[in-house]
């Protein structure tokens, strides 16, 4: 009987105490990554002009904005948009009155990144863009906005990251605007968010 006893009592002790089982991991870890940059340097027009050619002002400032969206993977999409100013002209019209010509652009394109190697990525983008035109001379100034539907860009950057959140680094960007068939190329110094 205390054969039959023992065995029993074990069973119950055993039933009334399970064994601690492992606790599960409680911290999230999120493998998308949402980027917010800006991008500041020199853009250079590659002069096309046929009229005015020597009088062109080709070396301008630009600046650009993205918003990128990097999942754990090597590539990530993302919005670009920017400033840049094309070209600007200043010609003589007698003695006392001068015209002035200047196109800008607004580039709002949809980019496809890929990280080759750490830091080293390249981009391409798509989409459309704001030409602005001012024509100013002989007491009147002329605005206008064009749509242009086919532009795009390839850049190659160096993203080095500082921290957790912040990014730096530097970018060379080839931008083609497809209503006026005009190149220009930048150099920017970058700085990025990581949210």
């Known amino acids: ?11 119950l002790f055993l039933l009334n105490n399970p064994l601690p089982a492992q606790k599960s991991d409680t911290t999230r870890r999120s493998l998308n990554h949402y980027s917010l940059a800006i991008g500041f340097g020199w853009a250079h027009y590659i002069n096309s002009l046929e009229i005015g050619k020597a009088e062109a002002t080709i070396d301008h400032p630009g600046i650009s904005l993205k918003f990128y969206w990097e999942p754990e993977h090597r590539l990530s999409l993302g919005l670009e ?17 001068s015209g002035k010509v200047t196109l800008s652009a607004i580039p709002l394109l949809l980019n496809v990144r890929m ?18 035109n001012r024509v100013s001379g ?9 749509l242009s539907l086919s532009n795009y860009q390839f850049s190659a950057s160096y993203l080095y990251p500082l921290n957790r959140y912040w990014i730096i680094g530097g970018e060379f960007k ?3 605007f497809g209503k006026t068939d005009d190149w220009i190329y930048s150099l920017q110094a970058c700085c990025a968010i990581r949210l």
């Open 115 to 132: 990280r080759i190697v750490d830091h080293f990525y390249l981009s391409a983008g798509a989409g459309l863009a704001l030409m602005l």
């Open 138 to 146: 002989i007491n009147q100034t002329i605005n206008s906005t064009i």
């Open 1 to 11: 009987m205390i054969k039959h006893i023992v065995p029993l009592l074990l069973l």
């Open 174 to 176: 080839f931008l083609n």
């Open 81 to 97: 948009s920017g400033y840049y100013r094309i070209f600007g002209m200043t010609r003589e019209i007698d003695n006392e009155q």
